[in-house]
C-alpha cells in the first residue's frame, strides 16, 4: 500500500502504519487545535484519547494522545478521511493506493 498527504508520500508499510502516521503529521501541523480529534467518534466509542488503556494503546508519534489502531483495511481508510475533513481537508489531498 501507499499513500500521499497533500502531494507528500507518507512513508507506511501497513495500515496501522499509514492511520498513526496521518496522525502524527496531523498533529504536527495542527498542535494548537488537535484536542479537536478528542469529539470524534464512532457508533460507540471516541477514537481518541490522552490517556493510554488497553482500547488506546497506540501513542500518536511526537504527541500525548492515544488512539485504537487495531482496525481493519476499511476503519482506517474512513478514519483517515475524516480526520481530514475536522481540520478542513479536501477527500483529494489525502491518495490512498491498496496493493
Given amino acids: ?6 502531494g507528500k508520500v507518507l512513508g507506511t508499510e501497513t495500515w496501522k502504519d499509514l492511520y ?9 501541523l495542527h498542535k494548537d ?4 480529534v478528542l469529539a470524534v467518534r464512532g457508533r460507540k466509542k471516541l477514537w481518541f484519547s490522552r490517556k493510554a488503556d ?4 497506540y501513542r500518536i508519534p ?6 485504537d489502531a487495531w482496525l481493519s483495511a476499511n476503519d482506517v481508510a474512513r478514519r483517515c478521511y475524516r480526520l481530514i475533513e475536522v481540520f478542513g481537508y479536501a ?3 489525502l491518495g ?4
Avoid: E, Q, V
Fill in 54 to 57: 488497553n482500547l488506546m494503546r
Fill in 33 to 36: 487545535d488537535f484536542n479537536k
Fill in 62 to 67: 511526537g504527541s500525548d494522545y492515544y488512539t
Fill in 1 to 6: 500500500m501507499s499513500a500521499s498527504f497533500k
Fill in 91 to 93: 477527500p483529494s489531498d
Fill in 96 to 99: 490512498i493506493t491498496a496493493k
Fill in 20 to 28: 498513526l502516521t496521518l496522525c502524527g503529521t496531523l498533529f504536527s
